[in-house]
């Protein structure tokens, strides 16, 4: 099989030469050899350690190894291919490096090598083949003619030479050209010849690409020679070459550019690219037409265009050289052909791509040089959508524009006016939105040019402007087209939405940049944006407009630019400025829409005042920044109010208007807002706005005609079924009527009969019927369309009472306004006709408020609408459950207008009021289901699917209107207290929301009781402020207190805590106001406002009552029932208790518990007052016990529990202890309430814990065994219950002991149970928050201690809790061994287990002798049980912690315990041993050691090398610890040379796999480090870790100081290392590799006589061959570090 690169059959291999290794005579040279033998390893990490280590060694010895991959490359002929390659690299890389110290006899070998290398085999393969080839070129750097004389041997006259012989020569000559170039004719005599025979792709490839690269080098050789100083006779030039390039090129082209093979006519089109530099000119000329049609033709054969435009960007620059013109008869095609390939996508990932199309602007930019306009005309043809339809060529058209902009700068001279007005046609007709931000991105360069200053440059910027006027709309509508989200591709092209609000932010920012930041465009752009101010297309880009404007304008304006000032008769496209202002200010009242327009409108007209008048700037330099900042520091936040702003701009507008005083300025800005009406279509808010100043303007002006034709066009204008247009003109006509009232009135009377269907309005005053809102029931019904005209007129009567005079209005309003209104108050159904009659009815009713009017008025026909309103907001009670929102808002706000009007209501017709407004308390967002009858299924179906959208619609609106209409409800109570703010009304209101406060539905209550504190706070509003009448006297007392506070206290443990809160503050609120009137007297002015002492504590109270906790509600309750007892009097106490009772059962258990508290509290208080009530009260309670099915109401009773429990403690206990485990939740409480008692929690605990501690625990039943029986297991769950008390604290203090030993103890015997297991565990964690030991938790919450407590050596988990508790209650720990001692001889495992961990832990915990002399006792004897052996000897270890005298007053006894044991085939015990030893021997007396140091040593030696990870850590951390005995002059010299023998395991250990073990080596190396004689030794030990530790450089270091401070035993560290070689642990063999490399490779010449080197390097190479690949790797590294054996 053949491939691209040749044949696969193989050339015969040659025979092996002699060895020509430059030896050392060294161990290095075996080595070498080894490495190259190695190269080929099976792991790709070690083949890169001994590349490295040859790299290392070819560095110091090149020659040696640079012949010793020569020797191994020219013997091992049947090498692999990737060891052959490895060891090729390793050539290249050296002779890199040290090319000039390679010995000369080498060079001709290694050429001849590489040359076999390269040419050994016909079949091309690159990796092998490549790098004896890249071995070539480097040596060509040193022996250039060798080399060339080498290939040229391999190029016979006449064949075709080797694919890499051709590749070679061509990367030759580009790395060294100036040796190469003289003697290219000789090379290319050779290859003409053999052209037209090569028929294998292969080779056309390297013929093609070669020769590419000799005419590159050709280039090169010509620029540096001629900088080189030499004679010019004697140097080459390009022209020397084109006799023999000229063959080469017409075979290329006419034979090889037709290839079928890609990556030949590749090769071959860039080669000929390079060719055309080497060329004559008039060889060019001539060939230039087929060049150009061959090139061309490739990029409809090829994928791969980047040869191609490479390619052609070469022959282009030759075309163009010296502004020559011969390219002009093709350059149509190339043109045409350029463009095609420019405008196809982009792949950004690919970087051939990116590539190529910047090659292809580069074309563009070539041929632009000479053929700037024909290369215009022809892209600004292609922008024209009839010859482009295409999108993608419209986009490649102008980004070629937009390089040439960029790149040709002034050279496009002339052109550039062309250009300007050649994309005219494209910013006119452009739709497809990616071409429109091309188009941009064109326009913003051209700008930063100059380009748009040129004739026709506005026209560009209209075009910015309208891609800034993109519509929210339109973005909506675009997004509305696109498919759902589920369908959408991932990662796919953005949609058409995304891409227009993209392309609207990137104009924005065009315009505000070419107006801030481009200095040649801003008398393009003066005064021209004002024109685009007016036109409506262009309102969404006003933000944007307004800003650059301001900008322009304020600069023009400070530097008094001459050009500032406009002469408006001039310039008659700029807009005249009551046009400006017209617009201006009607777009400023929507300051918030996109872009801050607000802001920019702002500062736009502060800019260009000077420009609209002369006279505006004295206002409007002071008035406009405030404005801007109001706006600014309230737009964004939720407190802004878009009315109060409109305020503030229509006050503006008639300052500005006022400040002109032209009536004729007046005029014309009326008739510029009418203009300016048709442009907001579509936009009833500015509609709206606009009325509204046309009115403003109405008002100002005196012309009658004017107004009344004004007047008339404004109603005709407005679209009547828009609810902003009906206010805009409402309003408007309200502004009029300010200075035009009876014209305004007649208006509205004429559209009221023109609309109405002719009925003329009533004369009468009022009307026998029931008055408004289909009361009127003598006239006929009048139906009108909803959004008729009548609804404008009919909402407009109401803004012209708001606005008219008050003066004037109080005689027009019954018989122009009222009478007009009573005709269109029946049988209204239409929802919006409601509105706006209400609307209408609320504005004359505030209008009629001396508030208002400056003087009392009595509306006479007040009460007839009370009740009509009623009747008209809520004509049934089950309404309002789903009233319609926006009426009853209105409604409830009217009506509390109207109860605001003088007189005050008739008692009668206050109770309807309340009674009626009261339900709305009731009302809900979503009505309760009520399915209406149907006769089949059908029609249900058919109902359900009409109706379920539209109530769904509803149900959100009411939701959203429910706490309006719950503050309109407010606002009608407060305005009936408001008319009479004595007790009887505030208790009479309170009657008809009592009902409400116990609803079983918690929105009823919750709502309810916000009316209560709302009235009370007005209340005490009303009596601070309002004064006193003359002749009347103060009230005296809140006579209904008791009642009144009684059926709100339930309340006070609502379970919604608003309630809660609320309700505490409404108690308050009664309580002041019972004192306030009860404390103030007749003579003093005013009531006495000061609040009672007794009051204070109700602030804290309400914020207390909030938490969700019953226990702080009840506690809040009986803080409560404090006050109440101390503010409540004789006389309304039995009133109070009696309206209390029914709370008892209220609707909410907890209310009913809450009131239960303060019934007790007040019986507790004031029982004395009560008799035989208290005993009356308790008896009901305890009856009522076996009803209370929730916490709050139990807690109240839990204290009959502990009463008994003072009689009859133990049976109590008893009794609750046979309930079943799990506790009920009434057991827990029971047993926590006893817990609380101080006189019964003692005797709760010794019963408990003397069950768990001597009775029978467990028995044996059914078969199995150890069964845990039930009264136990109820004790351990009653400890962790009456743990759970705060009150426990205290006696825990002092009972410590017996109850954590009791609980561990307790642990001994659930280990082997869960069930019991779990209980102790709970009950642990309760006895930790109980005694708040938060060390104990830190311990247990780590280290899985949960986990390690169910283990069997559990008891390790014991002795660490027990060392917790020592360090934290050492004034415990000789209660805790009288409390354990007697469990070591206990009856269960369990208790004997933790009995002795407990005891040998507390030996680390005293110093106290007799108790010391007690534990060591008690552990002495434990030795005998097996059980508790291991304990026993750890404990004994702990004498360490009471301090050296104690050591070594019992040194003798636990050492022999210890030492015994330290060999013990019982591998835990012998750790347990060592470990105790390493701690006794800190502090033992040297003395009592020494002697047995070195058996120490003997003993310990054979655990460096356990299996068992913590044994062999437990073996040198006791090494170390002997470093203390050192210095004993008994031991020594004896122990340094035990540190030498053990030096070489210490060090190794260091790269222990377990990470503890490495550790403790390097700690006792530091230990180590004093005893050895050797301050560098000891100073480089003691920073081990200060560091950071890595083995390799650790090795490294350390063995330089060996060397400089022992080098006399260096010998024996070797020698012992190796021994490692041979380790079951390949990290131990690789340390040892990598110790003897550090310690060889650093070692001074005259002290290796003592080493058998020879044996060392041996066994170095044989671990080459291990199975472990980091073994190897280690190896090959330590051997890279002799490179002088």
């Given at each position: 099989?053949?491939?691209?690169f040749?044949?696969?059959?193989k050339?015969?291999?040659?025979?092996?030469?002699?060895?020509?290794i430059?030896?050392?005579?060294?161990?290095?040279?075996s080595?070498?050899?080894?490495l190259?033998q190695?190269a080929?390893?099976t792991?790709?990490?070690?083949?890169?350690?001994?590349?490295?280590?040859l790299?290392?060694?070819?560095r110091?010895?090149?020659?040696?190894?640079?012949?010793?991959?020569?020797?191994?490359l020219r013997?091992?002929?049947?090498?692999?291919?990737r060891?052959?390659?490895?060891l090729?690299?390793?050539?290249?890389?050296?002779?890199?490096?040290?090319?000039?110290?390679?010995?000369?006899?080498?060079?001709?070998?290694?050429?001849?090598?590489?040359?076999?290398?390269m040419?050994r085999?016909?079949?091309?393969?690159p990796?092998?083949?490549?790098?004896?080839?890249?071995?070539?070129?480097?040596?060509?750097?040193?022996?250039p003619?060798?080399?060339?004389?080498?290939?040229?041997?391999?190029?016979?006259?006449?064949?075709?030479?080797h694919?890499?012989?051709?590749?070679?020569?061509?990367?030759?000559a580009?790395?060294?050209?100036?040796?190469?170039?003289?003697?290219?004719?000789?090379?290319?005599?050779?290859?003409?010849?053999?052209?037209?025979?090569?028929?294998?792709?292969?080779?056309?490839?390297?013929?093609?690409?070669?020769?590419?690269?000799?005419?590159d080098a050709?280039?090169?050789?010509?620029?540096?020679?001629?900088q080189s100083?030499?004679?010019?006779?004697?140097?080459?030039?390009?022209?020397?070459?084109?006799?023999?390039?000229?063959?080469?090129?017409?075979?290329?082209?006419n034979?090889?550019?037709?290839?079928?093979?890609?990556?030949?006519?590749?090769?071959?089109?860039?080669?000929?690219?390079?060719?055309?530099?080497?060329?004559?000119?008039?060889?060019?000329?001539?060939?230039?037409?087929?060049?150009l049609?061959?090139?061309?033709?490739?990029?409809?054969?090829?994928?791969?265009?980047?040869?191609?435009?490479?390619?052609?960007?070469?022959?282009l620059?030759?075309?163009?050289?010296?502004?020559?013109?011969?390219?002009?008869?093709?350059?149509?095609n190339?043109?045409t052909?350029?463009?095609?390939m420019a405008?196809?996508?982009?792949?950004?990932?690919?970087?051939d791509?990116?590539?190529?199309?910047n090659?292809?602007?580069?074309?563009?930019?070539?041929?632009?040089?000479v053929?700037?306009?024909?290369?215009?005309?022809?892209?600004?043809a292609?922008?024209?959508i009839?010859?482009?339809k295409?999108?993608?060529?419209?986009?490649?058209?102008?980004?070629?524009?937009?390089h040439?902009?960029?790149?040709?700068?002034?050279?496009?001279?002339?052109?550039?006016?062309?250009?300007?007005?050649?994309?005219?046609p494209s910013?006119?007709?452009?739709?497809?939105?990616?071409?429109?931000k091309?188009?941009?991105?064109?326009?913003?360069?051209?700008?930063s040019?100059?380009y748009?200053?040129?004739?026709?440059?506005?026209?560009?910027i209209?075009?910015?402007?309208?891609?800034?006027a993109?519509?929210d709309?339109?973005?909506?509508?675009?997004?509305?087209?696109?498919p759902p989200?589920?369908?959408k591709?991932?990662?796919?092209?953005?949609?058409?939405a995304d891409?227009?609000e993209?392309?609207?932010?990137?104009?924005?920012?065009?315009l505000?940049?070419?107006?801030?930041?481009v200095?040649?465009?801003?008398?393009?752009l003066?005064?021209?944006?004002l024109?685009?101010?007016i036109?409506?297309k262009?309102t969404?880009?006003?933000?944007?407009?307004?800003?650059?404007?301001?900008?322009?304008?304020?600069?023009?304006?400070q530097?008094?630019?001459p050009?500032?000032?406009?002469?408006?008769?001039?310039?008659?496209?700029?807009?005249?400025p009551?046009?400006?202002?017209a617009?201006?200010?009607?777009?400023?009242t929507v300051?918030?829409?996109?872009?801050?327009?607000?802001?920019?409108?702002?500062?736009?007209?502060?800019?260009?005042?000077?420009?609209?008048?002369?006279d505006?700037?004295a206002?409007?330099?002071?008035?406009?920044?405030?404005l801007?900042?109001y706006?600014?520091?309230?737009?964004?936040?939720?407190a802004?109010?878009?009315?109060?702003?409109?305020e503030?701009?229509i006050?503006?507008?008639?300052?500005t208007?006022?400040i002109i005083n032209?009536?004729?300025?007046?005029?014309?800005?009326?008739?510029?807002?009418?203009a300016?009406l048709?442009?907001?279509?579509?936009?009833s808010?500015l509609?709206?706005?606009?009325?509204?100043?046309?009115?403003?303007v109405?008002?100002?002006?005196t012309?009658?005609?004017?107004?009344?034709?004004?007047?008339?066009a404004?109603?005709?204008?407005?679209?009547?079924?828009?609810?902003?247009e009906?206010?805009?003109?409402?309003?408007?006509?309200?502004?009029a009527?300010?200075?035009?009232?009876?014209?305004?009135?007649?208006k509205?009377n004429?559209?009221?009969?023109?609309h109405?269907?002719?009925?003329?309005?009533?004369s009468?005053?009022?009307?026998?019927?029931?008055?408004?809102f289909?009361?009127?029931?003598?006239?006929?019904?009048?139906?009108?369309?909803?959004?008729?005209?009548?609804?404008?007129?009919l909402?407009?009567?109401?803004?012209?009472?708001?606005?008219?005079?008050?003066?004037?209005?109080?005689?027009?309003i019954?018989?122009?306004?009222?009478?007009?209104?009573?005709?269109?108050?029946?049988?209204?159904?239409?929802?919006?006709?409601?509105?706006?009659?209400?609307?209408?009815?609320?504005?004359?009713?505030?209008?009629?408020?001396?508030?208002?009017l400056?003087?009392?008025?009595?509306l006479k026909?007040?009460?007839?609408?009370?009740?009509?309103?009623?009747q008209?907001?809520?004509?049934?009670?089950?309404?309002?459950?789903?009233p319609?929102?926006?009426?009853?808002?209105?409604?409830?706000?009217?009506?509390?207008?109207?109860v605001?009007?003088q007189?005050?209501m008739?008692?009668?017709?206050l109770?309807?009021?309340?009674?009626?407004?009261c339900?709305?308390?009731?009302?809900q967002?979503?009505?309760?289901?009520?399915?209406?009858?149907?006769d089949n299924?059908?029609?249900?179906?058919?109902?359900?699917g009409?109706s379920?959208a539209?109530q769904?619609?509803?149900?959100l609106?009411?939701?959203?209107?429910?706490?309006?209409?719950l503050?309109?409800?407010?606002?009608?109570?407060?305005?009936?207290l408001?008319?009479?703010?004595?007790?009887?009304?505030?208790?009479r209101?309170?009657?008809?929301?009592r009902?409400?406060?116990?609803?079983?539905?918690?929105?009823h209550?919750?709502?309810?009781?916000?009316?209560?504190?709302?009235?009370?706070?007005?209340?005490v509003?009303?009596?601070?402020?309002?004064?006193?009448?003359e002749?009347?006297?103060?009230?005296?007392?809140?006579a209904?207190?008791?009642?009144d506070?009684?059926f709100?206290?339930?309340?006070?443990?609502?379970p919604?805590?608003?309630?809660?809160?609320?309700?505490?503050e409404?108690?308050g609120?009664?309580l002041?106001?019972?004192?306030?009137?009860?404390?103030?007297?007749?003579?003093d002015?005013?009531?006495?406002?000061?609040?009672?002492?007794?009051l204070?504590?109700l602030n804290?109270?309400?914020?207390?009552?909030?938490?969700?906790?019953?226990?702080?509600?009840?506690?809040?309750?009986?803080?409560?029932?404090g006050?109440?007892?101390q503010?409540?009097?004789?006389?309304?106490?039995?009133?109070?208790?009696?309206?209390?009772?029914p709370a008892?059962t209220?609707?909410?258990?907890?209310?009913?518990?809450?009131?239960c508290?303060?019934?007790?509290g007040?019986i507790?208080?004031?029982?004395?007052?009560l008799?035989?009530?208290?005993?009356e009260?308790?008896?009901?309670?305890?009856?009522?016990?076996?009803k209370i099915?929730?916490?709050?109401?139990?807690?109240a009773?839990?204290?009959?529990?502990?009463?008994?429990?003072?009689?009859h403690t133990?049976?109590?206990?008893?009794?609750?202890?046979?309930?079943?485990?799990?506790?009920?939740p009434?057991?827990?409480?029971?047993?926590?309430?006893?817990?609380?008692?101080?006189?019964?929690?003692?005797?709760?605990?010794?019963h408990?814990?003397?069950?768990?501690?001597?009775t029978?625990l467990?028995?044996?039943?059914?078969?199995?065994k150890?069964?845990?029986?039930?009264i136990p297991?109820?004790?351990?769950?009653?400890?962790?219950?009456?743990?759970?008390?705060?009150?426990m604290?205290g006696?825990?203090a002092?009972?410590?002991a017996?109850?954590?030993?009791?609980?561990l103890?307790?642990?001994?015997?659930?280990?082997?149970n869960?069930?019991?297991l779990?209980?102790?565990?709970?009950?642990?964690?309760?006895?930790m928050d109980?005694?708040?030991?938060?060390?104990?938790?830190?311990l247990?919450?780590?280290?899985?201690?949960?986990?390690?407590?169910?283990?069997?050596d559990?008891?390790?988990?014991?002795?660490?809790?027990?060392?917790?508790?020592?360090?934290?209650h050492?004034?415990?720990?000789?209660?805790?061994?009288?409390?354990?001692?007697?469990?070591?001889?206990?009856?269960?495992?369990?208790?004997?287990?933790?009995?002795?961990a407990?005891?040998?832990?507390?030996?680390?915990?005293?110093?106290?002798?007799?108790?010391?002399?007690?534990?060591?006792n008690?552990?002495?004897?434990?030795l005998?049980?097996?059980?508790?052996?291991?304990?026993?000897?750890?404990?004994?270890?702990?004498?360490?912690s009471?301090?050296?005298?104690?050591?070594?007053?019992?040194?003798?006894?636990v050492?022999d315990a210890?030492v015994?044991?330290i060999?013990?085939?019982?591998?835990?015990?012998?750790?347990?041993s060592?470990?105790g030893l390493?701690?006794?021997?800190e502090l033992?007396?040297?003395?009592?050691v020494?002697?047995?140091?070195?058996?120490?040593?003997?003993r310990?030696?054979?655990?460096?090398?356990k299996?068992?990870d913590?044994?062999r850590?437990?073996?040198?951390?006791?090494?170390?610890?002997?470093?203390r005995?050192?210095?004993?002059?008994?031991a020594?010299d004896?122990?340094y040379?035990?540190?030498?023998?053990?030096?070489?395991?210490?060090?190794?250990?260091?790269?222990?796999?377990?990470?503890e073990?490495?550790?403790?080596?390097?700690?006792?190396?530091?230990?180590f480090?004093?005893?050895?004689?050797?301050e560098?030794?000891?100073?480089?030990?003691?920073?081990l870790?200060?560091?950071?530790?890595?083995?390799?450089?650790?090795a490294?270091?350390?063995?330089?100081?060996l060397?400089?401070?022992?080098?006399?035993r260096i010998?024996?560290?070797?020698?012992?290392?190796?021994?490692?070689?041979e380790?079951?642990?390949?990290?131990l063999?690789g340390?040892?590799?990598?110790?003897?490399?550090s310690l060889?490779?650093?070692?001074?010449?005259?002290?290796?006589?003592?080493?058998?080197?020879?044996?060392?390097?041996?066994?170095?190479?044989k671990?080459?061959?291990?199975?472990?690949?980091?073994v190897?790797?280690?190896?090959?590294m330590?051997?890279?570090?002799?490179?002088?054996?």
């Open positions: 099989m053949t491939s691209f040749g044949s696969s059959k050339a015969d291999p040659k025979k092996p030469e002699t060895s020509a430059i030896a050392t005579g060294g161990e290095i040279d080595m070498v050899g080894a190259c190695h080929n390893d792991e790709q990490r070690v083949r890169r350690t001994i590349m490295d280590a790299l290392d060694i070819g110091k010895q090149p020659n040696l190894v640079l012949s010793s991959c020569l020797e191994f013997k091992d002929v049947k090498a692999e291919q060891h052959r390659i490895t090729l690299k390793v050539i290249e890389q050296i002779l890199a490096a040290t090319r000039g110290n390679v010995d000369e006899s080498l060079g001709q070998p290694l050429v001849e090598q590489a040359l076999s290398e040419t085999e016909k079949e091309v393969l990796d092998w083949q490549g790098g004896a080839s890249s071995v070539l070129v480097s040596l060509g750097m040193r022996w003619n060798l080399v060339l004389e080498q290939l040229m041997s391999k190029f016979s006259p006449g064949t075709v030479p694919y890499f012989v051709m590749k070679t020569l061509g990367d030759f580009v790395a060294n050209p100036l040796a190469v170039v003289p003697q290219l004719k000789d090379c290319l005599a050779r290859m003409l010849p053999v052209l037209g025979g090569i028929k294998a792709d292969n080779l056309k490839w390297v013929f093609a690409s070669t020769l590419g690269k000799f005419c050709i280039m090169t050789y010509v620029v540096d020679s001629s100083g030499l004679p010019t006779e004697s140097l080459l030039t390009k022209d020397s070459f084109s006799g023999e390039i000229y063959p080469a090129y017409e075979l290329l082209f034979n090889w550019l037709g290839s079928r093979e890609p990556k030949v006519r590749a090769a071959t089109v860039q080669t000929i690219g390079s060719m055309c530099a080497i060329l004559t000119p008039s060889q060019f000329e001539v060939q230039l037409p087929k060049i049609a061959g090139m061309l033709a490739l990029y409809k054969k090829d994928k791969d265009h980047l040869p191609v435009t490479m390619g052609m960007c070469v022959v620059e030759v075309a163009v050289k010296d502004e020559s013109r011969v390219l002009y008869p093709h350059l149509n190339l043109l052909a350029l463009h095609t405008c196809m996508p982009i792949e950004m990932d690919q970087a791509s990116v590539k190529n199309n090659e292809l602007m580069r074309c563009f930019g070539i041929m632009s040089k053929f700037n306009e024909d290369v215009l005309t022809f892209l600004l292609r922008l024209d009839r010859i482009s295409n999108t993608k060529d419209r986009l490649g058209t102008l980004e070629i524009l937009r040439l902009v960029t790149r040709l700068g002034a050279k496009m001279g002339d052109c550039r006016g062309l250009l300007v007005s050649g994309i005219q910013e006119r007709t452009e739709t497809v939105v990616k071409v429109r091309s188009l941009a991105q064109l326009i913003i360069t051209m700008a040019h100059d748009l200053s040129l004739e026709g440059g506005t026209a560009s209209e075009f910015i402007a309208a891609q800034c993109v519509s709309a339109d973005i909506q509508a675009a997004r509305a087209k696109e989200a589920d369908k591709k991932p990662g796919g092209e953005p949609t058409e891409e227009l993209e392309l609207r932010g990137m104009c924005d920012n065009i505000n940049l070419v107006s801030t930041t200095p040649c465009m801003e008398n393009v003066w005064p021209y944006l024109e685009l101010l036109p409506p262009f969404p880009a006003l933000s944007i407009i307004c800003k650059c404007i301001a900008h322009l304008a304020s600069t023009k304006r530097n008094e630019d050009l500032f000032f406009i002469d408006f008769a001039k310039q008659v496209n700029v807009p005249k009551w046009e400006i202002v617009r201006l200010f009607v777009m400023l300051p918030q829409r996109r872009g801050r327009l607000g802001l920019h409108i702002l500062h736009a007209l502060h800019a260009i005042g000077p420009v609209l008048s002369a505006l700037p206002m409007w330099d002071s008035a406009i920044p405030r801007a900042h706006l600014q520091t309230n737009a964004d936040t939720p802004w109010d878009g009315a109060a702003w409109e503030l701009i006050r503006l507008l008639a300052e208007i006022k032209s009536e004729e300025w007046t005029l014309q800005l009326g008739d510029a807002l009418f300016h048709k442009g907001y279509e579509g936009d808010e509609r709206k706005t606009c009325f509204k100043h046309i009115g403003l109405l008002q100002k002006l012309k009658k005609d004017y107004i009344h034709r004004q007047l008339e404004m109603f005709e204008a407005c679209v009547h079924n828009n609810d902003n009906r206010l805009g003109v409402a309003v408007g006509y309200g502004y009527a300010a200075s035009h009232l009876d014209t305004v009135l007649e509205l004429s559209a009221v009969v023109r109405s269907g002719g009925k003329k309005p009533s009468s005053g009022g009307g026998d019927g029931g008055g408004l289909g009361l009127f029931s003598a006239g006929p019904s009048t139906k009108q369309p909803e959004g008729s005209g009548l609804d404008t007129a909402l407009a009567f109401g803004y012209v009472t708001a606005y008219a005079s008050p003066s004037l209005i109080t005689t027009r019954d018989v122009h306004i009222v009478n007009n209104l009573k005709p269109q108050l029946t049988n209204v159904k239409s929802t919006q006709r409601k509105e706006i009659l209400i609307k209408s009815l609320e504005l004359i009713g505030k209008s009629m408020h001396p508030t208002h400056g003087a009392p008025y009595v026909q007040r009460d007839d609408l009370i009740n009509s309103l009623l008209f907001v809520l004509p049934e009670e089950k309404e309002a459950l789903k319609v929102p926006s009426v009853t808002l209105l409604g409830l706000q009217t009506l509390a207008t109207f605001s009007l007189p005050i008739p008692e009668k017709l109770d309807t009021v309340v009674e009626k407004v339900t709305f308390i009731k009302v967002a979503v009505p309760p289901e009520s399915a209406p009858k149907v299924e059908k029609d249900a179906k058919d109902k359900k009409k379920k539209g769904e619609e509803k149900d609106e009411l939701s959203k209107a429910v706490n309006g209409i503050q309109g409800l407010h606002g009608v109570l407060g305005a009936v408001s008319m009479d703010s004595r007790v009887p009304t505030l208790h209101l309170f009657n008809h929301l009902k409400y406060t116990s609803s079983a539905d918690p929105l209550r919750e709502r309810a009781v916000d009316a209560v504190l709302f009235l009370l706070k007005k209340f509003e009303f009596k601070t402020t309002e004064a006193i009448p002749g009347q006297k103060k009230e005296k007392a809140y209904e207190v008791g009642s506070l009684a709100i206290i339930p309340r006070c443990t609502d919604i805590v608003q309630v809660r809160q609320r309700s505490i409404a108690i609120t009664m002041y106001i019972d004192h306030v009137l009860r404390s103030s007297s007749d003579e002015e005013g009531y006495n406002l000061q609040p009672p002492q007794q204070r504590p804290a109270i309400r914020d207390r009552v909030a938490s969700s906790t019953l226990n702080d509600q009840y506690a809040v309750m009986q803080d409560l029932a006050i109440l007892c503010m409540i009097t004789p006389e309304e106490l039995p009133g109070f208790l009696h309206a209390l009772f008892l209220d609707s909410q258990l907890a209310a009913a518990s809450g009131s508290i303060i019934l007790n007040m507790k208080g004031r029982g004395g007052e008799g035989s009530r208290v005993s009260l308790v008896s009901a309670l305890l009856a009522e016990m076996n099915t929730q916490e709050q109401t139990l807690n009773t839990l204290h009959a529990i502990r009463h008994l429990g003072h009689h133990l049976p109590v206990i008893d009794q609750l202890l046979q309930a079943p485990v799990p506790h009920p009434v057991v827990i409480k029971s047993f926590q309430v006893l817990a609380r008692d101080p006189e019964l929690v003692g005797p709760l605990i010794e408990l814990t003397y069950i768990l501690n001597y029978l467990m028995e044996d039943k059914g078969g199995k150890n069964e845990p029986l039930p297991v109820s004790v351990t769950c009653a400890l962790g219950e009456v743990l759970q008390t705060q009150e604290a006696y825990l002092n009972n410590y017996t109850i954590v030993g009791t609980l103890l307790r642990f001994g015997t659930s280990v082997s869960p069930t019991t779990k209980q102790i565990t709970d009950t642990w964690k309760a006895f109980c005694g708040k030991d938060e060390k104990l938790k830190e247990m919450d780590r280290n899985d201690i949960w986990k390690r407590i169910t283990a069997p559990y008891h390790v988990t014991i002795a660490e809790m027990t060392g917790v508790i020592g360090a934290e050492p004034d415990t720990v000789a209660d805790l061994y009288k409390f354990f001692y007697p469990f070591l001889k206990g009856n269960y495992p369990g208790h004997r287990t933790v009995a002795a407990v005891l040998a832990e507390l030996v680390s915990h005293t110093t106290d002798t007799l108790l010391l002399q007690n534990l060591i008690a552990l002495l004897l434990s005998s049980d097996p059980t508790q052996k291991l304990q026993a000897l750890r404990g004994l270890a702990n004498i360490v009471a301090g050296k005298e104690f050591v070594d007053m019992y040194a003798t006894t050492l210890l015994t044991n060999d013990s085939q019982d591998e835990n015990l012998a750790m347990a060592m470990d390493s701690r006794v021997f033992v007396d040297e003395g009592r020494a002697p047995t140091l070195i058996n120490l040593c003997h310990i030696r054979p655990a460096f090398e299996p068992h913590t044994l850590c437990s073996a040198f951390r006791l090494f170390g610890t002997l470093s005995f050192g210095q004993h002059p008994a020594r004896a122990f040379e035990q540190i030498n023998l053990h030096l070489p395991s210490l060090v190794l250990h260091t790269a222990d796999t377990h990470a073990t490495a550790m403790e080596c390097r700690k006792a190396l530091r230990r480090g004093p005893l050895m004689r050797s560098p030794l000891d100073t480089f030990v003691a920073g870790d200060s560091r950071g530790f890595n083995y390799d450089d650790f490294m270091e350390f063995g330089k100081v060397i400089r401070c022992n080098s006399d010998n024996y560290y070797v020698m012992t290392t190796i021994e490692y070689f380790s079951p642990w390949q990290n063999r340390a040892a590799a990598t110790f003897v490399g060889l490779g650093q070692l001074p010449i005259p002290l290796r006589r003592t080493l058998n080197t020879g044996m060392i390097t041996k066994a170095l190479i671990m080459l061959n291990e199975k472990d690949a980091d190897r790797r280690r190896a090959a330590a051997i890279g570090l002799l490179f002088d054996y």
